[in-house]
């Protein structure tokens, strides 16, 4: 089993649709969480921590499931320039880098 | 404003050839970082630095080589270039928390 897993997607979606990505780890162990998104053939940048408690970031909503052992992304609303490719990154004793999951929104 | 670029963003080499690829970040970052990002397998770490002389090895570090001898780069070098390591190379750099920050990469092919 990957130590971190992500549905590829695509995850076609009309504007203003919400929608949500899982990422699945192994460890339990695991300290901090991270979403970053990439845009087609450019570098990836930080979008959100994600918190125990939940967190939001306008449309953005993270959070995380310590006893089933996922962190998920809500993006409410969603916008053309949402469409992007979105890692999920965990942190154990390094940091691991999901294979991301491709978001493309359409009009 | 600071940043972290790379350079060349595009080189073609032939097999056998040794390649460096550089790095350079003005953010004053203690921790440095390089990883190849192929499909299917997402970012995956070659080696890492936490200072000035300071290298390990990452997930995939066979081939590959750094030094660090300044703050500012990190240098990765391809001894001797193969077909497998045709990739996008992407360096990054933090501070004292973990986000990172990439440069906007190196696409390298080996012919």
């Known amino acids: 089993r990957k130590e971190v897993e992500q549905d590829p997607g695509p995850f076609n979606v009309p504007e203003g649709a919400t929608v949500a990505f899982n990422c699945t780890y192994s460890n339990s162990a695991s300290q901090s969480f991270f979403w970053y998104r990439q845009d087609c053939r450019k570098e990836p940048k930080l979008l959100m921590s994600?918190?125990?408690s939940g967190n939001e970031d306008g449309r953005f909503t993270a959070q995380l499931n310590r006893a089933s052992q996922y962190i998920s992304l809500l993006i409410r609303d969603s916008k053309l320039s949402d469409s992007a490719t979105y890692l999920c990154v965990v942190i154990t004793d390094k940091l691991i880098f999901g294979t991301g999951t491709r978001l493309q929104v359409f009009p | 404003d600071a940043e972290i670029t790379q350079s060349p963003r595009h080189k073609i080499t032939e097999t056998g050839r040794q390649v460096t690829l550089a790095c350079h970040q003005t953010?004053?970052?203690?921790?440095m970082f390089w990883y190849r990002q192929d499909l299917g397998h997402g970012l995956r770490l070659i080696h890492y630095s936490y200072g000035v002389q300071d290298t390990n090895k990452g997930e995939v570090s066979d081939g590959y080589s750094v030094s660090r001898s300044n703050t500012e780069d990190l240098p990765l070098t391809l001894e001797s270039a193969a077909s497998s390591q045709t990739s996008v190379y992407f360096c990054?750099?933090?501070?004292?928390?973990?986000?990172?920050?990439f440069g906007p990469g190196t696409r390298l092919t080996v012919t």
């Open positions: 953010w004053n970052h203690n921790n």
């Open positions: 994600v918190y125990s």
């Open positions: 990054a750099s933090s501070g004292d928390g973990y986000e990172q920050y």
